[in-house]
């Protein structure tokens, strides 16, 4: 019974998936708006007022926030993995250092606000408001790589977006831990965030170049050979998994590995392109059970000064990506600056500082920055997908997609 209940649940969620992105193309209410809320509701809301009921038993949001790091890397994998396969690398080359600087200046804008406000309104010491800032001051790639495709950003900004959300990552990572090892050693070397950076980046990129130079090769003489792609999903995850354990960058290797892969001459475009729509077909599953997943964890807090400071972050969040995209001369601005969502990668970050100030002096400041991170993560996200609804239905929008057409015409 249990099974059935469980498969016929898992069916479902499939279908509202499909027809929440009917619904999107229809409407422009995005996908990402309605699974998430549907995953509130079957966990939080199905707990706190059905707690008998076998939806209650299914979605418990305790048990999901086990796996919540695995959902995250799963999510996260697949849909970089699939953005590599669709970057050209001549436009990577010619973009990357104006995504560096979008990114840096984004993301440093936002957890230096973040952290003042944290600091001069709220009264907290500045290692924990730099901790909360680093935390929420990136983008989930996730969620808004699919966005910023829907948006019709030009094929140059998107590719900046796709680097930008994949560099903050890994400046998320990276100086979120270091924060944490200076508040509980005070004599942590203050160049150590720079070199993991650094190293981060360097392996990343190596590795995932040389892999799919030569994974290349092996396809090749595998053309004949049935489930070849599932072999090659199996490479992406073992190297992930390795770059995670070794001091690279999992999202950043499975983008240069599938830019690696999609431009050279060795695979047919034939084979390229059913590997391709495969792919995509895998991440509309994957990113129907993330945005559940999302919902789900969510938890409510009652602490009205929790929702007001993650408003606030909010804020910030899209102040600080629309400067950095006038300063980069993104046109219109408006469309990179509503893409703010957080996502997973933020949950399991928060869930990790749980576990490694647990017993300690520090804890209920770290619950609040984890309170805080899970309403910020719900926000920005509904925030994003009420401002995208609205600027596609908006006759402003129109007109820009016809002249940037028009644009776009000209010059081919």
Known sequence: MYVSVVFLVVSALIFIGFLANYFFDRTKIPDSLILIFLGIFLGPVANAFFPGSVIAQIFQPATFEQFAGLMASIAIMVIMFETGLNLDVKKVIVEAPRSLFYATAHYFITSILSAAVA?????????????????????????????????????????????ESTITNVYNVILVMAIAQYILTPSTDWRYPIQSILAAFSISIVFGLLVGHFWQKILKKLRAVPFSYMLTFAVLMAFYAFMEEFGGNGPLFALVFGLTLSNDQLI??????????????????????????????????????????????????????????????????????ILIPRGLGEAVLSALLLQMFSGTEYFTIIKDIVQIASITIIMTNVLSALMIWYLLRSKDFAQVELSSSSAQTSRT
């Open 268 to 337: 047919s475009p034939l084979r390229m392109m059913n590997m391709i729509q495969l792919h995509r077909e895998i991440s509309f599953f994957i990113r129907v059970f993330f945005f559940v997943f999302l919902g789900v964890i969510f938890k409510f807090s009652t602490n009205c000064l929790h929702w007001v400071f993650a408003g606030i972050l909010s804020l910030i969040s899209l102040l600080a990506r629309y400067v950095s995209a006038r300063l980069m001369q993104i046109k219109p601005a408006v469309r990179f600056a």
């Open 119 to 163: 600091v001069y309104l709220f009264g907290w010491d500045v290692p924990f408001a730099l901790m909360l800032g680093f935390l929420l001051g990136g983008t989930s790639a996730a969620i808004v790589i699919p966005l910023g495709r829907r948006l019709g950003l030009s094929p140059e900004d998107q590719t900046v977006l796709e680097l």
